[in-house]
């Protein structure tokens, strides 16, 4: 399942559920593009983040749709290249860009709230 994305930097992890996702905001990039990151739980119930970011080409994996996952929930998806990642550590393992890594951002929990750390900041 996906969610809508989040404002903010901040999510509450104890409302994503296995093998789910949401994006969160982060600042704009250095041309004033939008720019977010991928919040999930993977299936062993693993909080990760990642910049949603395609690793062919630099737009965002769910093409601002909000949904992440293939069909079967196996994989992240890039919805316009057909890409498709690893949740457990961002692995191409297939499509066009087949052995990148999307890249893995750090993030804290304090209290209910996960914070994000922007790459940019």
Same mark, same amino acid.
């Given at each position: 399942? +996906?969610?809508?994305i989040s404002?903010?930097?901040?999510?509450?992890? %104890?409302?994503?559920?296995?093998?789910?996702?949401? %994006?969160?905001?982060?600042?704009?990039g250095r041309y004033g593009q939008p720019r977010s990151a991928i919040v999930l739980r993977d299936q +062993?119930?693993?909080?990760?983040?990642?910049? +949603?970011?395609c690793q062919h080409l630099p737009i965002p994996l769910d093409a601002g749709s909000g949904l992440f996952w293939n069909r079967e929930g196996t994989h992240l998806l890039c919805s316009t290249h057909g890409a498709i990642y690893?949740?457990?550590?961002?692995?191409?393992?297939?499509?066009p860009c087949r052995g990148a890594f999307l890249r893995?951002?750090?993030?804290?929990?304090e209290g209910d709230e996960l914070f994000v750390a922007d790459p940019e900041d």
């Amino acid at each position: 399942m +996906n969610a809508p994305i989040s404002p903010g930097y901040a999510c509450q992890p %104890a409302t994503l559920g296995l093998k789910e996702a949401m %994006a969160v905001r982060l600042s704009p990039g250095r041309y004033g593009q939008p720019r977010s990151a991928i919040v999930l739980r993977d299936q +062993n119930g693993t909080l990760r983040a990642y910049l +949603n970011e395609c690793q062919h080409l630099p737009i965002p994996l769910d093409a601002g749709s909000g949904l992440f996952w293939n069909r079967e929930g196996t994989h992240l998806l890039c919805s316009t290249h057909g890409a498709i990642y690893r949740p457990e550590d961002g692995y191409c393992e297939g499509g066009p860009c087949r052995g990148a890594f999307l890249r893995p951002l750090a993030f804290s929990i304090e209290g209910d709230e996960l914070f994000v750390a922007d790459p940019e900041d």
